[in-house]
Nanobody, 122 residues
Framework: QVQLVESGGGLVQPGGSLRLSCAAS????????MGWYRQAPGKQRELVAG???????NYADSVKGRFTISRDNAKNTVYLQMNSLKPEDTAVYYC????????????????WGQGTQVTVSS
């Protein structure tokens, strides 16, 4: 049984910062790629950022230069540092982990966390 446990969401003012964390646990689970998707009301779930065990990263164009993804392979934990947050970043953020390959926008597979709400508002 694989579990992804997220933390770090909340309410922040525009221009502020938040850091999300996601820890994966389960027997003999070593995901090749981990990362974050988000889903705003009425919109499709979209990739925010992904990182492989080798450190290769990919980001949505809308967050490049503002968000940074990192990973602790020994702990099977992935982090998303979000800076310069905008109201349009408001969404439920879902942690995702896959055994092989990379995270891709429009491709929903693997294991998912329960989601954490990020609200950017003054």
């Amino acid at each position: 049984q694989v579990q992804l446990v997220e933390s770090g969401g909340g309410l922040v003012q525009p221009g502020g910062s938040l850091r999300l964390s996601c820890a994966a646990s389960g027997s003999i689970f070593s995901p090749n790629a981990m990362g974050w998707y988000r889903q705003a009301p009425g919109k499709q779930r979209e990739l925010v950022a992904g990182i492989t065990s080798g450190g290769t990263t990919n980001y949505a164009d809308s967050v490049k230069g503002r968000f940074t993804i990192s990973r602790d392979n020994a702990k099977n934990t992935v982090y998303l540092q979000m800076n310069s947050l905008k109201p349009e970043d408001t969404a439920v953020y879902y942690c995702n982990a896959v055994r092989g390959g990379e995270l891709r926008d429009g491709v929903l597979r693997g294991y998912w966390g329960q989601g954490t709400q990020v609200t950017v508002s003054s």
